[in-house]
């Protein structure tokens, strides 16, 4: 192990639908911007001060072509990556760059798909015992 480490791990809100490009040879990439909010108390003036950080999320192959179909603009996602900043010239001659999220894994908190296909009623019916849940309610702890 070199001693270093390069982990992001992120719980917000899409600011909008994944955009995809595809690549001749096969591969595909995926990218969106997400939003994370902190909100604090100002203690000198008691006002209730939101700060949002926008994030470039980047995916790629499989994982870009199930978040294009899955998510959309306002859904919420926690995502794990690692930080990394490109580099290039912009038309004016001046190096400019942006830092993204690249992704290693994912997992969907909420989505406008999910939410339209649970009814309260499947909850009382002993069929859906055995289905596999996801949650905070399946952690060890």
């Known amino acids: 192990m070199s001693g270093t480490l390069n982990k992001v791990m992120l719980i917000g809100h899409l600011g909008d639908d994944v955009k995809m490009h595809y690549f001749d040879g096969?591969?595909?990439?995926g990218r969106f911007p997400l939003a994370t909010n902190e909100s604090y108390l100002n203690k000198s003036s008691g006002e209730?001060?939101?700060n949002t950080e926008w994030h470039n999320i980047v995916l790629r192959n499989k994982a870009a072509e199930i978040c294009e179909k899955y998510l959309s603009k306002g859904?919420?996602?926690?995502?794990e990556g690692r930080i990394k900043t490109r580099k290039w010239t912009g038309e004016d001659g001046n190096d400019r760059y942006s830092t993204e999220i690249i992704v290693n894994e994912f997992t969907f908190l909420s989505t406008k798909k999910e939410d339209s296909s649970v009814s309260e009623s499947s909850n009382s019916s002993s069929e859906n015992l055995d289905a596999p849940t996801?949650?905070?309610?399946?952690l060890p702890f």
């Open 75 to 79: 859904d919420k996602i926690y995502i």
């Open 48 to 50: 209730k001060i939101n």
């Open 134 to 138: 996801t949650g905070i309610d399946d």
């Open 26 to 29: 096969g591969g595909s990439i």
